[in-house]
């Protein structure tokens, strides 16, 4: 992508990661939430986790030439993503949790809940 807008687009190649990064956390987000909404389990949401970051590695290899089998820079790319990919589920799950089963269960936070006393 070197001189695509400009002699030197430094400026544009941060843009770019950031949205690709932002991207990938909104991914991440609803795919915890997708999870959620089908009732899975939370091993569901590593394994579509580990999966996102994959495919985060060769957005990353493709658009700016980073390197694509590097187990560091996965394992942080599915660290980042598991925490909002966890998010998302955790609080998908609590609003199912709360609505659906309101006679029994109360919120206690944004990520979880108790039963009614």
């Known amino acids: 992508m070197q001189g695509l807008f400009f002699e030197t687009d430094t400026g544009v190649r941060y ?3 950031g949205l ?3 991207i990938g956390f ?3 987000w609803r795919t915890g939430k997708a999870v959620a909404e089908g009732w899975d389990n939370y ?3 590593i394994v579509y986790t580990l999966l996102l970051a994959i495919v985060m590695r060769f957005l990353h290899y493709a658009l700016f030439q980073g ?3 590097s187990p560091f820079f996965y394992v942080i790319d599915v660290v ?3 925490v909002f990919s966890t998010i998302g589920f ?3 799950r609590t609003r199912q949790m709360v609505n659906n089963y309101y006679w029994l269960y109360e919120r206690t936070s944004a ?5 009614k006393d």
């Open 26 to 28: 909104w991914t991440a």
């Open 67 to 69: 390197p694509f089998i």
């Open 80 to 82: 980042l993503l598991l």
């Open 20 to 22: 690709v990064l932002l």
């Open 43 to 45: 091993p569901t949401v």
């Open 111 to 115: 990520f979880s809940w108790k039963k």
């Open 15 to 17: 843009v770019l990661r």
């Open 90 to 92: 955790r609080v998908f």
